[in-house]
């Protein structure tokens, strides 16, 4: 009964290799967010997708694209990975925000990639 | 822009002890929205607590509980009777609207029994 689940958990891959990460969501909700957490810990946004459209897009190498194929979904593929790129990327969601709302995002558990 | 800080980068408590993490916050805005996350070594992200800014009570969630000063920019949680199981590192996150969160760099807490 995972709310959030994201695959795989740990992904190790060499430089220059593309790789996907998968998130899917079955609370039902709207907004889906892709977060990266670098090795001090410090979390950031990267997309925000709602309804499948994306929201926002801070300054992310081209090298990675989102794809949601529907609400429940938001995958992540990397392409032409760098030793940079090692961090921890955590999935979330959340309901549609409306005026008054505070609707917590929930998380995935992560998926740690390590470059060689 | 707004920013998030986290002045302290580790704390520690005693079990049953109580303990204060502090968080501040920088923004322009008037209505937005304040949490605490938890992140234990499983490394997964789990809610603390919430609050909004246009309500003048703090939150409380059983053991956490928060000092929300709007003027101050100012949000710090407090652990009451702290247990093994609160060691983690804690988040400070702060999210206009519908907007994305944004976090803090978090602070390492330590239980010591």
């Known amino acids: 009964d995972t709310a959030v689940s994201q695959t795989p958990k740990y992904l190790v891959t060499q430089m220059g290799n593309d790789k996907s990460i998968k998130c899917e969501q079955n609370l039902g909700h709207d907004t889906m967010y892709w977060y990266k957490q670098d090795s001090k810990k410090f979390l950031k946004i990267m997309f925000s997708y709602n309804n499948k459209e994306l929201i926002i897009n801070e300054t992310v190498p081209n090298r990675f694209s989102p794809k949601s194929p529907d609400k429940a979904h938001l995958n992540l593929h990397i392409n032409s990975l760098e030793l940079g790129d090692s961090a921890v990327y955590f999935c979330?969601?959340?309901?549609?925000?409306?005026?008054?709302?505070?609707?917590?995002?929930?998380f995935g558990d992560g998926t740690r990639l390590s470059i060689l | 822009a707004q920013t998030v800080t986290q002045s302290q980068p580790e704390m520690s408590v005693q079990e049953a002890e109580t303990v204060t993490l502090s968080c501040t916050y920088d923004?322009?805005?008037?209505?937005?929205?304040l949490f605490w996350y938890k992140q234990p070594p499983s490394r997964q992200m789990i809610l603390v607590i919430r609050q909004e800014a246009y309500k003048q009570q703090n939150a409380t969630e059983n053991r956490f509980s928060v000092n929300f000063q709007k003027a101050a920019k100012s949000f710090s949680l407090k652990i009451s009777d702290s247990q093994l199981g609160d060691a983690a590192m804690y988040f400070c996150?702060?999210?206009?609207?519908?907007?994305?969160?944004?976090f803090g760099t978090g602070t390492r807490l330590q239980v010591f029994p």
């Open positions: 979330a969601s959340s309901q549609e925000w409306t005026p008054g709302s505070n609707q917590p995002q929930h």
């Open positions: 996150a702060y999210r206009r609207g519908g907007d994305k969160l944004i």
């Open positions: 923004t322009s805005e008037s209505d937005y929205y």
